[in-house]
């Protein structure tokens, strides 16, 4: 079975500084997706970043980018010029492809983003 | 083009009454996924609707946990004889298709309290 596994409980950065979150996976698939979410306080899930497992390059979507490290099964999440409202909870998730895959997302524990001003 | 609704935002039962939360997809959207959250964890698959049929329930409790998704309506998640261990967030999440690279818009959630 795929699993997600998150090892940072809590990571802190200062404003306007850029921090990493880890995000490591184990599957037997070659193709499938790798999703950021964030979930502030609201309880929201907001998508933040996708990326396609047969894409070598790593995706961006403003401050935020991907390190997707297919071989060694890592994908982690880069914040850069880190603001006060990036403060949530962010969730790693993979998604799976293929035959009667219902494409269900299976998420890690989570790490609490604190950004100091 | 309203979001992915869900209502109650927020119920609370005694133990032993049933819970039952709604969720509105996106419009054009006919693929439904319930997931629930439990304190200080991450998402957890529950089970995923198409209109009028289960696809996958592999991630529902086998007993007092429900689902469906009818022809018309929001799609339903019941909990009969709710017990404190059901106290959680439960998301819904629509797509428009059933495919890899469709990305799952999720509603605010509802927070189920047992007392």
């Known amino acids: 079975a795929q699993t997600v596994t998150q090892s940072q409980p809590e990571m802190s950065v200062q404003e306007a500084e850029t921090v990493t979150l880890s995000c490591t996976y184990d599957t037997s698939e070659s193709d499938y997706y790798l999703f950021w979410y964030k979930q502030p306080p609201s309880r929201q899930m907001i998508l933040v970043i996708r990326?396609?497992?047969?894409?070598?390059q790593n995706a961006t979507e403003n401050r935020f980018s991907v390190n997707f490290q297919k071989a060694a099964k890592s994908f982690s999440l880069k914040i850069s010029d880190s603001q006060l409202g990036d403060a949530a909870m962010y969730f790693c998730?993979?998604?799976?492809?293929?035959?009667?895959?219902?494409?269900?997302?299976?998420f890690g524990s989570g790490t609490r983003l604190l950004v100091r001003p | 083009n309203a979001g992915v609704m869900q209502n109650p935002r927020h119920l609370v039962r005694r133990r032993g009454q049933e819970a039952r939360l709604r969720c509105s997809p996106m419009?054009?959207?006919?693929?439904v996924y319930w997931y629930r959250q439990l304190p200080e964890e991450g998402l957890k698959f529950m089970v995923y609707?198409?209109?009028?049929?289960?696809?996958?329930e592999s991630g529902m409790p086998k007993e007092r946990f429900s689902a469906e998704f009818p022809k018309e309506g929001p799609s339903i998640l019941r909990i009969q004889q709710v017990v404190r261990g059901d106290s959680a967030a439960y998301f819904c999440a629509s797509s428009p298709y059933r495919g890899l690279q469709e990305t799952q818009y999720f509603g605010p959630g509802t927070r189920l309290l047992v007392l």
């Open positions: 998730a993979y998604r799976e492809i293929g035959g009667d895959s219902s494409y269900k997302l299976i």
């Open positions: 609707l198409q209109k009028e049929n289960i696809i996958d």
């Open positions: 990326q396609e497992a047969y894409k070598q």
């Open positions: 419009k054009g959207h006919s693929h």
